[in-house]
C-alpha cells in the first residue's frame, strides 16, 4: 500500500501536524497488512479441517479406501474423528480410538524387521500415542503366596469363596484379574491348595500363561493380538535353550494336578511361553519385587526398538501403560521404544539386545562408534593422547583404534576388561557417597576408563541420586550435586534427548538447590542482583522441564 507524504509547509505548526498524519497513515498501513495477512492465515486453514477432540489437521482430500492401520487389509472405513486411518473392524477401530482419542499410529509391514508403527500425522513432544490394558498380568516365578488380584503377600486367612486361593479380601476374591482362573476352576470342579505361606511356591510361576490361555474364550480378539506376537522359537531351539521345555512341562504338569486330563494342546501352551517370554514386561506391583511378576501389553509390542529412541512409556498403578513422545515426530516417521537402559554402552546394549531378543540394533547410536560424539564406549589409548572406538561399530568381532596415533587393539581385550570393571560396579552399595566419590575419582583417571565413559556416568547418576536422598548437604556437597547432575544431563541428553523421567529428576534436583546455594549467596552479597537474577531465570526454566517431563509419565 502506497503511503503518500504530506507536501512541505513552512509554519512549524503545519509541520507537527503533518508528522501527525504521516504517524496515522503508517499505523493505517501496519493494520491493513497484519489484516491482508490474517486473512491468508484463514485461507490456509480452510484447507484443512480441525478435529476438536484430538486436536489434529486433516487433510480435506482422501482416498476413498486404504490399508486398515493395524493389519493392512483393504477397507472403505475411515476414522470419522481424524480422518487419517482406515479400519477394516470394529476391533481394530477400538485400538485406534478406545475412549475420546485417536491413537496417532499405523502398523507396517517390512520383510526384514517384520511389523513396525509410523506415525499417522505430525505428533508433539509428550503427546499420547498409546493408552492399553495388559491382556495378561500375574506371577512369572516361584513367589511366596500373594492375592491374585492385587499382588500382595497374604497369609491364609482369608480363602476365594469359589476357587479356594488365598486372596486379601472379597473385594480382591471378585477382581476381574483373578476371575479367570477362578471361574475356569469353578467350571473343573477344582480347588486350589496352598499350605505354606512363608517360602516361596511353584504354583504362582504357572497362573499367568494359564490367563493367556483362558484369554482365547474369555477375550478372542485380545487373544489374536497375543498369539500375533512373536515367539523366537526357532531361535532358542537353535541355540539349545532349554529353559522353555521345563517351563512348558511345569504348566502341563500344573495343569494336569488341578483340572485332571490336558486342557490345552502343547504347541498351544508352548507357544504361548514363548511369547511370554519374549514380549513380557516386568511388574513389580504389590510385592512382587523380590520376585517380579510380568505383564504383556500386545499392541506395544509392535513398536521397534531403537537406542536413540523417540518415546516412553510409563504403567500405572492400574497398571494400564501410557506411551508418549519424548521427541517431536514428523508423519510417517518409525515409532520407537527402547527395550535396555539408554546409559549402556554400545557393546552391552547390542549383546543383551542379541541374547535377549535374537536382533542386532542398528539404529544411528550404534551404527556410531563415538556414540553421537559422547565416547561413552570409547577406551583410553596407551599413547596418552587419544580415545579408542570400534573400527566398524557395526562388526562384533571389529579391533578398536586409536583416534589420535591409530594404534590398533584387539576388541575382545577391550570388551572383557570392561565387563570385568562391571561385574566389580555391580556389587557397589549406590547409597554409599564415599565410596562412589573414590571410584569416581579413580575411574576417571584409570588406564582403560575416562570421565565420559557409561560406567563413569552411571556411577555419577547413583552418586547424584544418593546426594538428593540426603536430608540437608553441606556447601561443598551442594556445589557436588549440581556439577554432577549437570555432566550426566549434557552425557545422557545427546543419547537420549527430550522429556525423559531420568532428565526431570536430575534438572529438578540441579535446579532445586542450585536455586538454595544462590539464594544464600546472594543473602550475603557474594553475587550480585544481575547475576542473581539470571540464576533465578535458569532455576524457573529448569524446573518448568522438569515438571514436563514428570508430566510426561502421569
Known sequence: MEI?????????SSQQEGGVENKSACFKS????????????????AKATLDNNVNVETKSEKSESGECFFCGEQTCNSCQFCDNIFFCSQDHLAIHRPANYCHPFIVKRDPDVGRYTVASRDIQPCELILRERPAASGPYTK?????LQCYKQVDGSYLCPVCNCPMCSWECAQGSVHQLECQFAASKNAKFTIKSFDIPNSFYCNITVLRMLLTKTSDPATYTRIINLMDHDQERQSEGTYSMTAMKMNVMAFLTKHFGEQQFPDYEIERNIGILRTNGMKLE?????????????PVYCLINHACYNNTNYVKCEDLHLQLRAQVAIQAGEEITTRYVSSTLGNCRRRRDLSRYWYFDCRCVRCRDSTELGTHMSSVRCSCGEGLC?????????????CQVCQRSVPGEDIVREVDQIEEELAEVDTTDTEKLEELIAGY??????????????????????????????TRPQQERKVQLCSQVLQALGTVDPGFTTWR????????TTLLIMSRADHAVGIIGETLFKRRLYFCMRALATAKKCHNNVQ
Not at 572406538?389 to 583404534?401: G, I, P, Q, T
Open 504 to 511: 526431570g529428576k536430575l534438572l529438578h534436583e540441579m535446579s
Open 143 to 147: 513367589t511366596v503366596p500373594v492375592c
Open 285 to 297: 506391583q504389590g510385592d512382587l519385587v523380590s520376585a517380579p511378576g510380568v505383564v504383556l501389553y
Open 444 to 473: 576417571c583417571s584409570h588406564s582403560l576408563l575416562h570421565p565420559q565413559h557409561y560406567l563413569v556416568i552411571e556411577l555419577m547418576h547413583s552418586l547424584a541420586i544418593a546426594y538428593s536422598s540426603r536430608h540437608s548437604l
Open 4 to 12: 503518500k507524504s504530506a507536501e512541505p509547509i513552512n509554519t512549524a
Open 389 to 401: 572406538v570400534k573400527r566398524e561399530a557395526l562388526d562384533w568381532d571389529s579391533d578398536w583404534v
Open 30 to 45: 501496519l493494520i491493513n497488512l497484519r489484516k491482508l495477512k490474517s486473512r491468508r492465515l484463514q485461507r490456509e486453514k
